[in-house]
Structures are given as C-alpha cells and as structure tokens.
C-alpha cells in the first residue's frame, strides 16, 4: 500500500518533493538502528560467527545487483525524460527497486519468525522508505513518456515484490539463521548506501536532523516496548 500511495503522490497531484527528503532522512536513520542494534546482535544469536559473514554477503549482493545487473538510481530525486529515453535502462531501474522491495519482504518476515517485536521493527523501518521507492518508480517511468497507468503500475509491482519476499521465507523458514544476517546488511546497504547519500545532497540542517530524529525514533521504541 505504500509503494502504491508513493506512486499515487505523483500521478495524482502534484507535490513538493521536498517532504520525501524528510521520509528518507527519516527512514535512513531508523533502518541504520534496526539493522546495526537489533538485527545484527540478533543474527549473531542465531548465526554465531558466521553471521558478520552473512551480513557481509547481503550488502554486497544489493551492491552488485546496483552496479552490474541494474542501473544507478537515486530515491525521491527529480529525473529527466533524456535520462532515461532508452526503454533498458527505464527497466534496469525497475528491476533494481523490485530486488530492494523483495528484500523487504525477506527482512519483515525473518523478523517475524524471530520475535513480534523484531517484525514490527523491520516493518516500520521499511514502511518508512517505501513511499520513496514507489514515487521513484513512477517518477521513471513518467520522465520516459509512459502513461499514469503504466507509472502506477510500476509502483504497484514494488508492493507484489515485498510479498514474494514474504513469502519465501515463509516456504523456507529453515533458512531463517541465513536469512536474518542477510537481511540485515540490505537493510544496512539501503540506508548507508542508497538513503543517506541522498540526504547528503540536501542542504541545510534540518534533513539531516531527521535522520538523528530516526535513530531516536528507534530507541525510543526500544526502550518503550522491547
């Protein structure tokens, strides 16, 4: 639903971008949290030594996956119909939002399985960037000279991608010592790589505040309802 209202923003009215900074500031700051002081200690549990290892493996998989197999895109940031004239590269950008929101899927339902108050974190920390990622996908899509539908549409398909993410976990929960340390490095790689360069392109103080805002976030909730 929320990639879907990301996409809705642009296609039905339209907005000033700039209050999708704040949710990316936002959700940079609780995802670097859930991921670096709930996720990871919880991987270590279950993983032992080689979770490091797993984590490791998962912030490169995205970092591959962006600068091999996908085009380089940026979260929320206006784009330009001669940048993406060619019907590839419009794709290539797709496919690399769809890999993220598969991994979504994977990180919320490992939580899960783990604790209702590890999903409920992960959940929250993704809800928080999922907005972007569906204007994004529509943003591409319109700057291509696509229609509404089509640029809907492909915010829609970043929604599906999340529940198939869901859903292999839940066809292989044995995994879930694998699956979590992962997890947890795509969700380090999308807020210390992919959202928080994006803040750094925003001047002024109050951005980069609600990244601070998102970490507080965070402990505050840890501290209320862990």
Known sequence: ??????????????????????????????????SLLEM???????????????LLAGYFLVHFFEHTVTAHFHFGEETHAEEFADSRRI????????IHTFFDGIAIASGFL?????????????I???????FTASSVMLAAGRSKRASWAASAL????????????????RSLSEGLPLSAGVTLYVAASDLIPEV?????????????LGIGMFLGIQQLFH
């Open 200 to 212: 750094n392109r925003e001047r002024g103080i109050g951005v980069a505040l609600a990244v601070f």
């Open 40 to 54: 990871l200690p919880e991987s270590i549990r279950l993983a032992g030594p080689n979770a490091s290892l797993l």
């Open 114 to 126: 783990v604790s209702n108050w590890l999903g409920w974190v992960i959940f929250l920390a993704v």
């Open 128 to 134: 928080l960037h999922k907005v972007p990622e569906g």
């Open 158 to 173: 970043l929604g599906v991608a999340t529940l198939l993410g869901v859903l292999t976990v839940t066809v292989f929960t």
């Open 1 to 34: 639903m929320a990639n879907g209202f990301g996409g809705a923003i642009l296609v039905q009215k339209e907005w000033d971008k700039r209050y999708l900074r704040y949710f990316i500031a936002l959700g940079s700051g609780f995802m670097l949290g859930t």
């Open 91 to 98: 794709y290539s950008v797709i496919f690399g939002l769809v």
